[in-house]
């Protein structure tokens, strides 16, 4: 469907009933898409976000993307209840319209409406009657797809159609707007359904990739859920995922997953974060496609992905970011946005990582990124002073990704003495024209070079650490969040922000060019 054409959405909002050795570092694989990304190659999608990279002395590197085919925290209070949907709503896509029709109106919207309550009420044999008897390929992956939408917390589920004469054409897309346990907002995911009539009666023959552009752009592609049988462990408000048939038990990495979480909620202190953490495990075939856009690609190296799903409505609409209004009449380490995502998802790419030590660390590193994505700038806006200078309005990648490698170092001080040694050594290898690597060329290079970049971005929250805490050290990261990269790229525009962030600019230097040996 294109724009232009009518768009209803499907019964209203279906609430879940209740209790239903040496370490990595990482690399932030920075791909900016407005709207979310319209390519799916699965039958429904997510988005995409963070990466992690290895050095052949096992001194890792990893990534956060805001790859967000959508948009991108806080620690929120759930809502309960159903969202009615509104009798008739303007749509963000050029000429569209929503219109509620109600379940005796439409069989579409009473199909989607019995799937949605069959699936949060743990009905299988519910959720799989209005698919057509004969389609046996299409009710083995319902079973698997139920299963597993069923191990993902879901406090709020809806099925919405897109297509207002879908019982008609016998086509429509339909959006499956969620909200999980550990989101702040719904997202969703698209796909095409295909449907026939039996003596009168609507059943489903074939679900497939959405062509709708406008939906797909809300969405997020390639979900795990939609792709192969999972099974998971849950503990603490996070809930690790892996493929059922796949050699890592969900339940082993617990531990490790519950430890570095305890580091970043410790370290977020009274601040807003998300409610959880969703992980996903994956072999080396799943990691590239998880959560990212068809035909997109990630470097070799890179084994961690933190990815924000796009906010949307009950009925599928896109929710846009939302402002902090009073932000100019606060510090300037307070958030300059309240809400910028549905949440988060981190994949992890099993195959290279060695015990639950690593997985810890490489956790810790996605969790910073996870446990803020109000923090994340979810567009490139890519204004630049020049046409390889430092952006005018774009974040400074070294201050997401520095900051969660210096979450790494909290549990291991030793990797914080051994990160600072390999910038000692290679500042002379990698000369910069200013005090940390530029944004543009920020992943590029081998893995040593991305390590590099990570540690030395890393060097200067250590340093605000060592001279005023590490609740100094979180607020610099939030300052530098509200900056684009052009007021960040000097010390002579950074000395105005270390002082309203209560730090000694003087003594930060001393302390970051002492680690740094600059």
């Known amino acids: 469907m294109t724009d232009g054409q009518w768009m209803r959405p499907g019964p209203e909002d279906h609430t879940a009933p209740a209790n239903p050795a040496a370490p990595p570092s990482r690399i932030r694989d920075r791909t900016f898409a407005g709207p979310q990304s319209t390519d799916h190659g699965t039958d429904l999608s997510p988005i995409a976000a963070a990466r992690r990279v290895r050095t052949p002395v096992?001194?890792?590197?990893?990534?956060?993307?805001?790859?967000?085919?959508?948009?991108?925290?806080?620690?929120?209070?759930?809502?309960?209840?159903?969202?009615?949907?509104?009798?008739?709503?303007?749509?963000?896509?050029?000429?569209?319209t929503i219109s509620a029709a109600g379940p005796d109106q439409d069989p579409v919207a009473a199909l989607l409406q019995r799937r949605s309550q069959a699936l949060l009420a743990g009905d299988e044999a519910g959720w799989l009657a209005d698919i057509d008897p004969n389609a046996n390929g299409l009710i083995a992956r319902e079973k698997v797809r139920f299963a597993n939408l069923r191990q993902l917390g879901l406090t709020s589920y809806r099925l919405v159609s897109y297509s207002v004469l879908a019982a008609t054409t016998g086509h429509a897309s339909v959006g499956?707007?969620?909200?999980?346990?550990?989101?702040?907002?719904?997202?969703?995911?698209?796909?095409?359904?295909?449907?026939?009539?039996?003596?009168?009666?609507?059943?489903l023959t074939a679900v497939g990739p959405s062509t709708y552009q406008y939906a797909a752009s809300t969405a997020v592609p390639n979900p795990p859920w939609n792709d192969v049988a999972l099974r998971s462990a849950t503990a603490d408000g996070i809930t690790i995922l892996?493929?059922?048939?796949?050699?890592?038990?969900?339940?082993?990495?617990?531990?490790?997953?519950?430890?570095?979480?305890?580091?970043?909620?410790?370290?977020?202190?009274?601040?807003?974060?998300?409610?959880?953490?969703?992980?996903?495990?994956?072999?080396?075939?799943?990691?590239?496609?998880?959560?990212?856009?068809?035909?997109?690609?990630l470097p070799g190296a890179v084994i961690g992905v933190t990815t924000f799903p796009r906010m949307v409505e009950a009925d599928g609409r896109n929710r846009f970011a939302q402002p902090d209004l009073k932000s100019l009449n606060k510090p300037v380490y307070e958030p300059q946005y309240l809400e910028r995502g549905a949440?988060?998802?981190?994949?992890?790419?099993?195959?290279?990582?060695?015990?639950?030590?690593?997985?810890?660390?490489?956790?810790?590193?996605?969790?910073?990124?996870?446990?803020?994505?109000?923090?994340?700038?979810?567009?490139?806006?890519?204004?630049?002073?020049?046409?390889?200078?430092?952006s005018v309005v774009n974040q400074p990648t070294w201050a997401i990704e520095g900051f969660a490698r210096y979450v790494e170092y909290l549990d291991n001080p030793s990797y914080a003495d051994q990160a600072m040694r390999l910038v000692r050594q290679k500042?002379?290898?990698?000369?910069?024209?200013?005090?940390?690597?530029?944004?543009?060329?920020?992943?590029?290079?081998d893995a040593e070079r991305g390590t590099f970049n990570y540690d030395l971005s890393s060097s200067i929250f250590l340093a605000a650490d060592h001279t005023g805490g590490q609740q100094k050290a979180v607020n610099l990261y939030i300052a530098l969040t509200n900056n684009g990269e052009a007021l960040s790229d000097t010390e002579t525009f950074l000395n105005p922000l270390l002082k309203q962030v209560g730090l000694s600019p003087s003594k930060v230097w001393s302390a970051q060019h002492t680690l740094t040996g600059r």
């Open 58 to 96: 096992r001194i890792a590197a990893a990534a956060v993307v805001a790859a967000l085919a959508a948009a991108v925290i806080a620690v929120a209070v759930e809502r309960s209840g159903s969202d009615t949907p509104p009798t008739t709503a303007a749509a963000t896509g050029a000429g569209t």
């Open 176 to 203: 499956e707007v969620m909200r999980l346990r550990a989101d702040l907002e719904r997202s969703q995911t698209v796909s095409d359904w295909t449907f026939a009539s039996d003596s009168g009666r609507l059943l």
């Open 242 to 297: 892996a493929p059922a048939a796949g050699r890592w038990n969900p339940a082993s990495y617990l531990p490790a997953a519950r430890k570095a979480a305890a580091i970043v909620r410790a370290l977020w202190a009274k601040r807003r974060g998300v409610p959880g953490f969703v992980v996903f495990l994956a072999d080396r075939q799943q990691f590239p496609h998880w959560l990212r856009p068809t035909g997109s690609s």
């Open 343 to 390: 949440g988060a998802r981190i994949v992890l790419d099993m195959t290279p990582i060695h015990g639950t030590r690593e997985v810890e660390q490489t956790l810790a590193h996605e969790m910073a990124h996870a446990n803020g994505p109000n923090l994340i700038q979810t567009e490139n806006l890519d204004f630049a002073t020049a046409n390889n200078g430092p």
């Open 427 to 445: 500042r002379s290898t990698y000369r910069l024209p200013g005090p940390f690597p530029a944004s543009k060329g920020f992943y590029d290079g």
